[in-house]
């Protein structure tokens, strides 16, 4: 049996299931992380208010995975209770399933760690286990074995405070991107639109369609969105739904307002499975908003191995049109550790605030990305083109590096949450691995880890207080050991972006799993 399908066509990867006798588990259940309760000031009360939540994940029902996406709204009142909500699904090779009514609970503990059950979703009753940022943000694991409705699910995702249900009241401009993946191909768009207050837009983006750039290999200019392009007016719940279209085709999502200057996406188009984010761009950029500066970045995508093969975190300086860096990689189960960026370049920047960054690094000798600045301290990127990968589609985000890193840096709890899948766990077969929970750093080198895990679809188990030491470098790479992490000692790297953000990225041969970090508030 292969690890995937054929190159070009939306892999479904080959799993095995019945793993149980594998899953580390301190306590299991979907009640929180339990065994370990870390420092903090969180209760039910900490969950207050209407949010947006967007989930990505695997279908891993009849022994094959499936990529789906699941996004909406839910209403908490503070006490326990989920008292509203809109829920939205889809997965591919299957028509969405949309507008599903949902109610539920909730508990939050005093850390922050905590469970969310959502009854109505596409996918039956769902529990979502919790690690909170703040009042505003949550991250979220699915942590259910065979869900009530028969479906064993993989998922993370992330909860975000809504403030806003209405479009601007006048003309926006937002840069986006968004990753899609149905049984005929994978399709990454990264670009800026205009939107008007009647909800018509405009504006261009950057194009992979299954390693097939659209737009002259990312060296020309963007594609331009058609006159067919537009949001619908939001309903309460500051859901609708939106059109992005150009000269490859065309995208339809429904959409979700999180803020005035926050949207998030959930493509709908039957055998579809795709999601996105908008953020307001603020700032001008032809006077080179890249130079003299240092960017954390995370990205992920996919090639002709699979699905999710793709993953990679780093740190680049520029200085004016020249880039250096360093970065981490796993791609198709080979790790890449400290990869030097020895050279790199970007062209001016657009007024829409894209360039074109070329690096040459220690595992590619041309990587082509397109920057879209989203403001002058953070862009979304789409590789244009890779020679090592041709058939690479991979999309991510770059962050401002704020200050001098040192051990010190790394002090307090942070909650984080990592996805992917793991080769090493079942030989021949992927095992797929959803982690959630709170990391609290001293300061001094030494680190204690909290998690809860659900691999492959069989209900999450906790790993409460593992050990581990770490060491921070002055371009914000972090290096952890941790032991027993899941199933074994793991080596795991961390971009800080700032003393409260970084990237994540689990550097081991096999090992395609990512992610992110926030220090609690």
Not at 9 to 32: E, N, P, R, Y
Not at 61 to 71: D, H, L
Request: charged residues 10%.
């Amino acid at each position: 049996m292969q690890q995937f399908a054929a190159p070009t066509v939306m892999k479904k990867i080959s799993l095995a299931l019945g793993l149980a006798s594998l899953v580390f588990c301190a306590a299991c259940g979907t009640s929180g992380i339990r065994g370990l309760i870390g420092t903090g000031h969180y209760s039910n009360a900490s969950l207050n208010g209407s949010y947006v939540y967007q989930i990505t994940g695997w279908d891993l029902n009849s022994g094959s995975a499936i990529p789906y996406q699941e996004a909406g709204v839910f209403t908490a009142n503070g006490s326990g209770t989920i008292t509203a909500g809109v829920d939205d699904a889809a997965e591919t090779g299957a028509a969405p399933i949309l507008a599903n009514p949902t109610t539920g609970s909730y508990s939050i503990q005093s850390d922050g760690t905590g469970v969310i059950t959502l009854s109505g979703t596409g996918f039956g009753t769902i529990n979502l286990n919790v690690s909170m940022v703040s009042t505003s943000k949550a991250y979220l694991i699915e942590a259910d074995g065979t869900n009530l409705t028969g479906i064993a699910l993989n998922a993370t995702g992330v909860a975000e405070k809504q403030s806003s249900t209405t479009l601007p009241a006048s003309a926006t401009a937002f840069v986006f991107k968004q990753h899609s993946l149905s049984a005929s191909q994978d399709y990454d768009s990264v670009g800026q639109f205009i939107l008007a207050a009647n909800g018509s837009l405009t504006g261009s983006d950057d194009v992979n369609r299954n390693g097939t750039i659209n737009n002259g290999g990312g060296t020309g200019s963007a594609l331009t969105l058609t006159a067919s392009s537009q949001f619908t007016a939001p309903d309460t719940n500051g859901r609708g739904q939106a059109t992005f279209a150009d000269s490859t085709g065309t995208t339809n999502f429904e959409y979700y307002i999180v803020d005035t200057g926050n949207i998030r996406f959930l493509a709908i188009d039957s055998g579809v499975a795709g999601s996105g984010r908008a953020e307001a761009q603020t700032g001008t950029f032809t006077s080179d908003p890249l130079s003299g500066k240092s960017f954390a970045f995370g990205s992920k995508g996919d090639d002709n191995s699979g699905t999710g093969a793709v993953n990679t975190v780093g740190s680049i300086t520029a200085s004016s049109g020249a880039i250096t860096g360093a970065l981490d990689s796993v791609q198709d189960a080979t790790s890449y550790a400290n990869a030097a960026i020895s050279s790199g370049s970007y062209t001016a920047f657009s007024a829409n605030g894209r360039s074109v960054v070329t690096l040459v690094t220690g595992i590619s000798s041309n990587v082509q990305q397109a920057f879209w600045m989203v403001n002058p301290t953070r862009a979304f990127f789409l590789t244009t083109n890779d020679v090592s990968d041709p058939s690479k589609i991979e999309d991510g985000t770059a962050d401002q590096q704020q200050g001098t890193f040192t051990n010190s840096s790394l002090n307090g709890q942070y909650a984080f949450t990592m996805d992917g899948y793991d080769l090493n766990l079942s030989p021949g077969f992927a095992s797929f691995v959803d982690r959630v929970g709170w990391i609290q750093w001293s300061g001094s080198g030494s680190l204690t880890w909290n998690e809860q895990v659900n691999t492959n679809g069989q209900g999450s188990s906790g790993s409460g207080g593992l050990s581990g030491t770490y060491a921070v470098a002055g371009n914000g790479r972090t290096t952890a050991s941790v032991s027993n992490l899941s199933y074994n000692s793991n080596d795991i790297v961390f971009y800080l972006v700032s003393g409260s953000d970084a990237y994540i990225l689990e550097n081991d041969p096999g090992v395609q799993i990512n992610g992110v970090m926030s220090l609690q508030q």
